[in-house]
């Protein structure tokens, strides 16, 4: 057993105890020589049964804990096995766990929630990233540590695993019930992402009403029947969040977080607001949807019927004597009579991408208006009551594949289009994931975005060699993209990523030289620049034409820049 003074590994010296469990007992040392507190875990094979196979898990949680880097993760720095002891050295995390403030306070204040909600899903969705995914099956307030910043660590790894695509069903069932998903008490399927997010959903019910989902009556009730006062977006995400099967729930973190960073839009009162507020055509269309939804209760008669409507609804959008605003209408209205038919959607897409008053820019307001289509909105039935539809939602359901075009459009009109340049990579990588295989490219702008962000998490900080690593890989994968485009009959696509791959090489050349040739770049320039000259021969289009002279002269501006970073 540790006593306070003594020096571990001959060089930690214990300063005192700071947590006990049932298993083991945490101390606070310090590395004089290195001026800095860890936390040292120790397991001692005194009353504990199977001790071999406690010690086989922690060495499994270290061994995942030691892979990762993240700032709501803590850092395992040694692990030291003894006959009769395990001590495990890591970070010590200030603070107290969110179990103890809902002991001593009860319900949380509703905004520190989200805040922590996101912070919690920015981990997940990490996790989740790693290859193969790691799934934590343990979310509760009592792993959760809150730090005088404000800022939360996600603690104890027991009962992660790494997620094996070939697994039928998970072997063990672990997590805590009350915020454990249904899935992981076996029969169920195996555990993934979605189990993760049942688990969260569940914790942010807890800390939100400070009622227990592991006491009585061990269900989670919509928030606003404990607490009216909270609000009923983010009552609309911890359903969502909980539901018994995982394909009603969020299906990815980025969908959650995109939900969370957008729950105050969900609100009815919000709602009611943007009816005086908006005067933009994208406002009218917003409103009109509960008006449209409760109109396709009319159509569903008849099938045959359904589909005439449809079509009309269509062709009356079409027509050029309308303006964008009763264009938007009419496609919505044709979602309202059937959301699972893909064309009005695309139409849609076509809209935002080309319509005269954006000057082909993808709004906010239209962002907000896809938004709305997978986030769920709500509609009258017969009787006056309310009921959420999620337009995108039965798509997917209907027609996968078919879903999962509209996602990948979608997410080029984040990538190319979005107004907001700051989020365009972040809110692209999710439709992109949500496109699955249906695009060869998705994944690649996946690897591509996520490069992006990881960047732009570097702003401001020392270069490093992991910084350099990013560089690398988001040059492979931007040139791999430009590979995938070549043979493509579509010039407009091989156009925004000659540009891109352009931009890119210029605006960080001085990163990339780190590591990778001025021949090879200005090799993938020249050879841009062959191919554009070529495609210009080719087409009769003056607007076209004019496109290709743009990028022609970007070439050039790039390999002085480039030429010059390599001096």
């Keep these: ?54 010690k086989q898990g922690l060495i499994v949680e270290t061994d995942l804990l030691k892979k990762l880097d993240h700032p709501n993760l803590p850092s395992i720095i040694d692990v030291i096995e003894e006959k009769d002891t395990l001590l495990i050295v890591m970070d010590y995390i200030q603070g107290n766990p969110l179990s103890k403030y809902l002991e001593e306070y009860g319900a949380q204040p509703q905004k520190d929630v989200i805040e922590w909600a996101k912070q919690l899903c920015d981990v997940l969705a990490y996790l989740h990233s790693r290859k193969p995914p790691i799934i934590y099956r343990d979310m509760k307030p009592a792993n959760v540590m809150l730090k005088p910043d404000g800022s939360v ?19 063990t069932c672990l997590g805590t ?57 983010l009552e609309k995400i911890i359903l969502k969040c909980t539901q018994k099967n995982p394909d009603d729930r969020y ?14 839009e969900m609100d009815d009162l919000y709602k009611r607001k943007q009816k005086k507020r908006l005067g933009t055509f994208i406002g009218v269309a917003m409103l009109s949807l509960i008006c449209i939804f409760v109109s396709a209760f009319g159509y569903v008669s008849a099938e045959s019927k359904q589909g005439e409507n449809y079509d009309i609804m269509l062709a009356k959008a079409k027509d050029t004597d309308n303006s964008e605003e009763q264009r938007l209408l009419l496609y919505t209205d044709a979602i309202g009579i059937d959301p699972a038919n893909t064309k009005a959607y695309m ?21 907000n208006y896809v938004t ?24 997917k359901k209907a027609d996968l594949k078919g879903y999962q075009e509209v996602c ?34 998705a994944a690649l702008y996946c690897d591509i975005g996520e490069c992006q962000q990881q960047i732009k998490k570097y702003a401001g900080q020392n270069r490093t060699e992991k910084m350099y690593e990013t560089y690398k890989e988001l040059w492979e994968k931007l040139t791999q993209l430009k ?27 001085a990163y990339f030289a780190y590591n990778i040739g001025a021949d090879e770049i200005i090799g993938v320039i020249e050879d841009i620049k062959d191919n554009a000259v070529k495609l210009k021969k080719e087409t009769k289009y003056d607007d076209l034409k004019n496109a290709i002279d743009n990028v022609v002269q970007l070439t050039g501006e790039a390999e002085e820049r480039i030429r010059s970073a390599y001096k």
Excluded at 26 to 46: G, H, P, T
Excluded at 251 to 264: F, G, K, R, V
Excluded at 485 to 507: F, G, N, P, R
């Design 372 to 395: 709305r289509l997978k986030a769920g909105v709500d509609v009258k039935e017969a009787g006056g009551y309310l009921k959420t539809i999620y337009p995108l939602d039965e798509l």
């Design 251 to 264: 299906q990815s973190c980025e969908e959650l977080m995109y939900a969370l960073e957008h729950y105050d």
């Design 1 to 54: 057993m540790l006593e306070i003074g003594m020096l571990v590994d001959g060089k930690y010296k214990v300063l005192n105890k700071i947590g006990q469990g049932g298993m083991s007992v945490v101390y606070l040392a310090m590395n004089e020589k290195a001026n800095k507190q860890w936390a040292i875990k120790e397991v001692r094979k005194d009353g504990i049964k199977d001790f071999e196979v406690v």
């Design 483 to 509: 590979r995938e485009v070549q043979d493509m009959e579509d010039s407009d696509i091989k156009l925004l990523v000659w540009k891109e791959l352009i931009t890119v090489a210029s605006d960080k050349a």
């Design 153 to 171: 660590t996600l603690i104890d790894f027991g009962t992660a695993r790494e997620f094996k695509e070939r697994n039928l069903a998970d072997t």
């Design 408 to 441: 990948f459009e979608i997410a080029m009109l984040y990538w190319y289009d979005y107004e907001v340049t700051s989020d365009r990579y972040t809110l692209a990588v999710e439709w992109f994931r949500e496109a699955g295989d249906v695009n060869a490219m």
């Design 347 to 367: 139409e849609i897409i076509d809209l935002f991408l080309n319509g005269d008053s954006q000057e082909g820019s993808f709004s906010k307001e239209e962002a």
């Design 177 to 233: 019930i009350g915020y454990a998903a249904p899935e992981q008490f076996g029969g169920q399927g195996q555990t993934d992402v979605r189990t993760d997010i049942y688990c969260l959903g569940a914790t942010l019910y807890h800390l939100v009403t400070g009622h227990n989902p592991c006491e009585p009556p061990y269900e989670i009730l919509p928030i606003r029947e404990i607490n009216p006062g909270l609000s009923n977006g």
